[in-house]
């Protein structure tokens, strides 16, 4: 067993010590390890930006091309990973990313989660996906109608849910509040400000919670952005880059 990967007295994993030792062991050495046995050429973060639009744009105008889904695509990628973007995204049905962005296996990294919110296990994903597989671009997608968003505007207009008592939504809620609160008083659709003001903030977090993401930011080798998908006509929009803090990484 890795040092630092302790089990609580139930048996489970700490958060702590997967963290700082068991995850940290199990994803730094095989990627490693295969680094060198599948290299595809780098995109820049412009470039990978360019990549997922014109995909987006296919699937909208219903011409999906559904790229990299062969076998010999498969096969290729069995010793490693190279993922040109990473997506989170909300966990809704109607929102994968890889269709929305017509990208096939070994694409797209992509993690999702109601609301599109930014936890330590979520950033530490992103980080993962970004050092250790070279991913040049982080989108945090948020979407039209989105339920999570929903249910907190709700919550805070005293209209909660009896159904979510006892359960951990509320921890969702939590992270989601604030960009709720941020809308101004007079907005007329407080739901779709809230959506796109909570996917910003996520992409803000990312930079802010993490030097090394934040370090390749100034550097220009890794860009964040926030964008808002239509359920409607299925376009992206709303796509912002994520304010890159100054000073020292």
């Given at each position: 067993?890795?040092?630092?990967?302790?089990?609580?007295?139930?048996?489970?994993?700490?958060?702590?010590?997967?963290?700082?030792?068991?995850?940290?062991?199990?994803?730094?050495?095989?990627?490693?390890?295969?680094?060198?046995?599948?290299?595809?050429?780098?995109?820049?973060?412009?470039?990978?930006?360019?990549?997922?639009?014109?995909?987006?744009?296919?699937?909208?105008?219903?011409?999906?091309?559904?790229?990299?889904?062969?076998?010999?695509?498969?096969?290729?990628?069995?010793?490693?990973?190279?993922?040109?973007?990473?997506?989170?995204?909300?966990?809704?049905?109607?929102?994968?990313?890889?269709?929305?962005?017509?990208?096939?296996?070994?694409?797209?990294?992509?993690?999702?989660?109601?609301?599109?919110?930014?936890?330590?296990?979520?950033?530490?994903?992103?980080?993962?996906?970004?050092i250790h597989l070279g991913s040049p671009l982080v989108m945090v997608l948020g979407h039209e109608r989105c339920g999570a968003v929903t249910a907190t505007l709700e919550a805070l207009a005293g209209k909660g849910s009896p159904h979510d008592e006892?359960?951990?939504i509320g921890a969702l809620a939590d992270l989601i509040a604030p960009a709720v609160r941020a809308v101004p008083s007079d907005t007329t659709d407080k739901l779709d400000a809230a959506i796109i003001l909570n996917a910003e903030r996520s992409a803000?977090?990312?930079?802010?919670?993490?030097?090394?993401?934040?370090?390749?930011?100034?550097?220009?080798?890794?860009?964040?952005?926030?964008?808002?998908?239509?359920?409607?006509?299925?376009?992206?929009?709303?796509?912002?880059?994520?304010?890159?803090?100054?000073?020292?990484?």
């Amino acid at each position: 067993m890795p040092q630092g990967f302790h089990l609580t007295r139930g048996g489970d994993p700490s958060r702590r010590g997967l963290l700082a030792g068991g995850v940290g062991w199990l994803l730094s050495g095989p990627a490693t390890a295969s680094a060198s046995t599948h290299e595809e050429p780098a995109l820049s973060p412009a470039d990978a930006l360019k990549r997922l639009v014109r995909g987006n744009a296919r699937v909208a105008h219903g011409r999906s091309i559904h790229p990299d889904s062969a076998v010999a695509r498969r096969k290729s990628l069995t010793s490693s990973q190279h993922p040109f973007a990473t997506v989170l995204a909300c966990a809704d049905s109607r929102v994968p990313p890889e269709l929305i962005f017509d990208q096939g296996l070994g694409d797209l990294f992509v993690i999702r989660v109601a609301g599109n919110v930014v936890d330590d296990p979520i950033l530490a994903s992103v980080e993962y996906s970004v050092i250790h597989l070279g991913s040049p671009l982080v989108m945090v997608l948020g979407h039209e109608r989105c339920g999570a968003v929903t249910a907190t505007l709700e919550a805070l207009a005293g209209k909660g849910s009896p159904h979510d008592e006892g359960t951990k939504i509320g921890a969702l809620a939590d992270l989601i509040a604030p960009a709720v609160r941020a809308v101004p008083s007079d907005t007329t659709d407080k739901l779709d400000a809230a959506i796109i003001l909570n996917a910003e903030r996520s992409a803000a977090a990312i930079l802010t919670g993490s030097p090394p993401l934040r370090a390749r930011a100034q550097s220009g080798s890794l860009r964040v952005v926030s964008a808002r998908y239509d359920l409607d006509d299925g376009t992206i929009s709303h796509l912002r880059n994520a304010p890159v803090p100054a000073g020292q990484a």
